[in-house]
């Protein structure tokens, strides 16, 4: 009978503790995982997904970047996915590391969510993600005089997918 006190009790604790650690939103990041549960992989079987896609909770108004070296002789393709609550199209742009030369904009290309490219010489480019709009707290961090800002419930998660593969062999 000791023992299955015993065990009733560590059985009735740990229950405790999944249902604490469950509850906790901090514990579960929100959006980890979303570019690959919700942004559209491309229908082409040999491109693979790269270890440097990403996702991130994003407010409106806010910019944020991922660096990624591109290789000579392959080609890339990044899209992107975002949570319906940011809007209706997000501005991306792909910006040679060293130069700050702006190679893509998805602005001059009717706000597309993809983009394919080959690549000729390898080097480092920066992924920039910006969400149009704005939100209390975007805007208050360029203000000294501001304590706080009501939580802003427009949030959301975005995705940028990266799939990558060997450049095709072009001719006979």
Not at 7 to 36: I, P
Not at 122 to 130: C, D, F, G, M
Request: aromatic fraction near 12%.
């Amino acid at each position: 009978m000791k023992v299955f006190k015993q065990l009733f009790t560590v059985g009735f604790v740990l229950m405790s503790l999944v249902s604490f650690s469950q509850a906790n939103d901090y514990k579960v990041r929100k959006c980890f995982g979303y570019q690959r549960d919700s942004c559209k992989v491309s229908q082409n079987i040999y491109y693979k997904v790269h270890d440097a896609s990403r996702s991130a909770l994003f407010l409106k108004g806010q910019t944020s970047k991922t660096v990624l070296t591109i290789y000579n002789g392959r080609d890339y393709r990044v899209s992107l996915c975002w949570a319906p609550v940011l809007g209706n199209r997000i501005l991306f742009k792909i910006i040679d590391n060293e130069t700050d030369n702006v190679l893509y904009d998805n602005a001059n290309d009717e706000f597309s969510y993809d983009f394919e490219f080959t690549v000729a010489q390898s080097r480092e480019i920066e992924i920039q993600v910006t969400i149009p709009g704005s939100s209390d707290l975007t805007q208050a961090t360029n203000e000294d005089e501001l304590i706080f800002v009501e939580k802003d419930k427009e949030m959301g998660c975005v995705g940028v997918l990266i799939e990558h593969m060997i450049t095709p062999t072009k001719g006979f």
